[in-house]
């Protein structure tokens, strides 16, 4: 009965020391499991002293043994850090607000290289910008803040490279100057308006009044233009109408010249005797008047004390 009463109680405590020993090895195998998400790592040290990197995916470690730091995130971090007073090379006092654009690169680095690196980052960050900043004056750092980036963020970078961070990007997120600064600027930027709308006014009017005086010119020539073409279409009406008169009516010059036309053809023909009417010798007395003016005259010139012979109709001389 006792020998039973052993052999039950031994096989408990074996079921019990079993059930223990699974325990331990379910929960030393949880311990050693370690699972590394994106855009993480997690530093491994082994009995103090740094053993290796986990990068992304599933790891194994000797639990007792390993002992792993917090995971470290990977991505790239915004900075965001206080106003920084600055003075610049004319004694001008300001405060500046950055913005830092940084990434973990190096777990180890990270880990071993400083103490709390974004506050490390950040004195840099506020040290670097005193620095750049008391060697411009107020215009030039009112204007050059690509300079003041690139340059802080080149000498940031750099000093971080121990640390396993690397410097993206630097930004100056505000500047504000004095308030009698501000306030003189303002009036100045107000003057700077108002030049260039008393500018802008005087170049409208100026080209107003060049289109208004250009459209007046062409008016004016335009209505030159169509005078002058009205007044040689009425003369040439006029011309048409004298034209139309003389065909259809005649006037009595018009048929003294046609009668001494007829006079001409008779005088080339076989008459004998030939009749002049008294109109058409004043006719010719009219032609030459005008030949003698013109200085086509063909008659010889007589003795105005002379007096002239003149024949009548019946043949006589007087």
Not at 79 to 97: Q, S
Not at 167 to 172: A, G
Not at 173 to 191: G, N, V, W
Not at 281 to 290: L, Q, R
Request: glycine share 6%.
């Amino acid at each position: 009965m006792n020998t039973m009463m052993l052999i039950g109680t031994a096989g408990t405590v074996a079921i019990i020391m079993g059930a223990l020993i699974l325990l331990m090895l379910i929960i030393g195998a949880w311990m050693a499991i370690r699972v590394i998400p994106q855009a993480s790592a997690m530093v491994v040290q082994r009995l103090g002293k740094y053993k290796r990197t986990l990068e992304t995916g599933f790891h194994m470690i000797i639990p007792i043994l390993d002992k792993t730091l917090p995971m470290i995130s990977l991505k790239e971090k915004v900075l965001d850090f206080d106003k920084v007073e600055v003075i610049t090379k004319d004694n001008v006092k300001m405060r500046v607000d950055t913005i830092v654009f940084a990434q973990v690169v190096d777990a180890k680095l990270y880990t071993y290289g400083v103490e709390n690196p974004m506050r490390a980052i950040d004195s840099l960050t506020a040290t670097t910008l005193r620095n750049i900043i008391g060697e411009i004056d107020l215009d030039g750092t009112l204007t050059s803040r690509d300079y003041v980036n690139v340059k802080m963020r080149d000498i940031i970078d750099l000093a971080t490279d121990p640390w396993g961070v690397k410097v993206r990007r630097v930004e100056l997120k505000s500047i504000l100057p004095p308030p009698t600064i501000q306030e003189s600027m303002e009036r100045e930027m107000r003057a700077e308006r108002e030049r260039r709308e008393a500018v802008l006014r005087a170049e409208g009017a100026k080209k107003s009044a060049i289109l208004v005086a250009e459209g007046e010119k062409e008016s004016t020539l335009l209505r030159a233009e169509a005078q002058k073409l009205a007044t040689i279409a009425e003369a040439e009406g006029q011309a048409q109408a004298i034209e139309r008169i003389l065909k259809a009516k005649p006037d009595a010059a018009y048929l003294t010249l046609q009668g001494f036309e007829a006079v001409k053809h008779m005088a080339d023909g076989q008459a004998t005797k030939i009749i002049v009417p008294n109109d058409l010798a004043n006719v010719a007395s009219m032609f030459t008047m005008m030949g003698e003016a013109l200085g086509i005259s063909k008659e010889p010139k007589t003795n105005p004390d002379k007096p002239k012979k003149t024949t009548t109709a019946s043949g006589k001389k007087k």
